[in-house]
């Protein structure tokens, strides 16, 4: 009889008397080992709340919200990873764009729309953002450069374990690296595998140890197994779109010549992305996205195009945390502006394809 006394009472004591709450839970299927963690992560929830609230309005119409993300700790959210060397000085050259400057641009590019983008990708609780904003524009390179022909994705792995942690760069493989040491360490190999041949083996739960350099393997894409290994790119060097901004607020970054680029092809690009966590839709603003200068940026994407002529003119950025965040994997940010910075970093691979 006790014991059949104390389990309503237990259970009255744990329900925590909040419909949205509650809905919550259902709606994203939750469960949690004990009262003290669902009381733990309750409050993470309020938090979350007032922190959508509060950037909604900085946004001036909403484009965050509630996720499954809501009850999460930092730690336990989508990872960034852009880690860039100190007293970083660029020395790769500036492309000049060849769609000329001044001349009027095209009022909207979406390279979504072709094959030149390859689907959304998923770095999980690894920091190797770096590594898959680098593989995403190689393999929009490769494509366009081959006609078409090798439209095959490529391997964020391999850039993430064998990118060396010595040098320039210092990439520390999910604990964080920068694109440019991705190109510079893709100088030094065969080329970028394709990402059957070298998949992605990193947690998407945890952070876990970054996986070795499959050496043998990145030796053999170029060999005999060449055809076997089903195609790889090869990068020779890599240019900036437009100069890029390494100190400093970065507020006139020239926005024209990135528009420029992006009629060429899609780029990568770094940005802040200390709020996307709670994106959901819609275009964020520079108000709410924050600072945009250089020691800000913690995170590399790809940038797809733009629309000039939608009330609000936003820039189409492809993100590497899966479909199910954003909108479909992406995210638009204010075009005026040089919203989260992402025009401080912005950089184009050299890719030939692979020799077969
Ligand atoms: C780009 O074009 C400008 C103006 O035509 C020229 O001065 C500059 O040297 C060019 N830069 C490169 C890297 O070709
Ligand atoms: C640009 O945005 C406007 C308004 O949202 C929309 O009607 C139009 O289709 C968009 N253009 C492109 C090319 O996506």
């Given at each position: 009889m006790k014991v059949l006394m104390f389990l309503p009472l237990a259970a009255a004591a744990i329900a925590i008397p909040d419909p949205e709450w509650?809905?919550?839970k259902h709606k994203y299927q939750k469960s949690y080992a004990s009262p003290a963690e669902e009381a733990a992560r309750y409050r993470l929830f309020i938090?979350?709340?007032a922190r959508v609230d509060i950037l909604n309005k900085l946004n001036g119409e909403p484009v965050f919200g509630i996720t499954w993300l809501a009850d999460r700790y930092d730690e336990e959210k989508y990872q960034r990873g852009l880690k860039k060397p100190k007293n970083f000085v660029p020395t790769a050259p500036v492309k000049n764009s060849t769609v000329m400057r001044g001349r009027s641009r095209a009022a909207a590019v979406d390279w979504r729309l072709t094959e030149a983008v390859t689907p959304i990708k998923n770095q999980g609780q690894c920091g190797s953002c770096?590594?898959?904003?680098?593989?995403?524009?190689?393999?929009?390179?490769?494509?366009?450069?081959?006609?078409?022909?090798?439209?095959?994705?490529?391997?964020p792995q391999q850039i993430t374990s064998c990118a060396p942690s010595t040098g320039t760069y210092g990439c520390q493989?999910?604990?964080?690296?920068?694109?440019?040491?991705?190109?510079?360490?893709?100088?030094?190999?065969?080329?970028?595998?394709?990402?059957?041949?070298?998949?992605?083996?990193?947690?998407?739960?945890?952070?876990?140890?970054?996986?070795?350099?499959?050496?043998?393997?990145?030796?053999?894409?170029?060999?005999?197994?060449?055809?076997?290994s089903g195609g790889y790119a090869q990068v020779t060097g890599y240019s900036y779109a437009i100069p890029p901004c390494t100190e400093g607020s970065c507020e006139n970054q020239d926005l024209k010549g990135l528009a420029?680029?992006?009629?060429?092809?899609?780029?990568?690009?770094?940005?802040?992305?200390?709020?996307?966590?709670?994106?959901?839709?819609?275009?964020?603003?520079s108000a709410a996205c924050g600072p945009m200068g250089a020691e800000y940026q913690d995170h590399c994407v790809?940038?797809?195009?733009?629309?000039?002529?939608?009330?609000?003119?936003?820039?189409?950025?492809?993100?590497s945390w899966a479909s199910t965040w954003g909108m479909a994997?992406?995210?638009?940010?204010?075009?005026?502006?040089?919203?989260?910075?992402?025009?401080?970093?912005?950089?184009?691979?050299?890719?030939?394809?692979?020799?077969f």
């Open positions: 509650q809905a919550f938090e979350t709340k770096w590594a898959f904003s680098a593989t995403e524009a190689i393999e929009s390179q490769l494509i366009m450069a081959s006609g078409g022909r090798y439209d095959i994705e490529l391997s493989g999910c604990n964080g690296g920068f694109t440019e040491g991705a190109y510079d360490y893709l100088k030094t190999a065969p080329g970028l595998a394709n990402s059957f041949y070298i998949p992605y083996e990193q947690s998407l739960t945890e952070s876990t140890e970054t996986a070795s350099c499959p050496k043998s393997k990145v030796d053999a894409m170029s060999g005999p197994y060449m055809e076997l420029s680029a992006l009629e060429e092809a899609p780029v990568s690009v770094c940005v802040n992305a200390g709020v996307w966590n709670d994106y959901t839709g819609g275009v964020l603003t790809m940038a797809v195009g733009y629309n000039s002529t939608a009330p609000k003119p936003y820039w189409i950025v492809r993100n994997g992406y995210i638009y940010l204010e075009m005026d502006k040089n919203t989260c910075g992402l025009a401080d970093d912005v950089t184009i691979p050299h890719v030939t394809s692979s020799a």
